[in-house]
């Protein structure tokens, strides 16, 4: 079947089989910054926004998500032009092996759109269904909590 997706403001037609996974879609049509963990709403990998809420795209029928606005980590910034959220990831080192910091970054930039000024506990609150196989959590706090200054200063 052929399904119309708006991804990251342009709207496309996408081949999917009526049980592909909104992520099976995405990375068959090179958005693969949505990473692949558990393949069953375990991990965060695989977390995008539709129409502005993290998502787990594994678990998320395409057939849902049509109508919707899709927005994946190639979405947010580009190489030289990186959001704040991942330009404080960057800043932080708040990565080792790097496969989880899609979904951390997406759901971070979910939290701070919603609450631009969260405590230490609301962070981890947020990212407490984004799993890091390496368990550097303490910097990927840090970087939110960064990138929700440096946001705030962006606003002034
Ligand atoms: Fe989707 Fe793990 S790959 S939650």
Known sequence: MQIELEVNGETETFEASKSDSLLDVLRANGYTGAKRGCDTGACGFCTVHVDGDPTLSCVTP????????????EGLGEQDDLHPVQQAFVD???LQCGFCIPGMIMRSKALLDENPDPTEQEVREALSDNLCRCTGYKK???A?????????????
């Open 144 to 156: 939110v909590l960064d990138a929700a200054d440096r946001m705030d200063v962006d606003r002034a």
């Open 140 to 142: 990927i706090v840090e």
């Open 92 to 94: 932080n080192t708040a």
């Open 62 to 73: 395409v057939t849902k998500a049509e109508g919707a606005s899709v927005e994946t980590i």
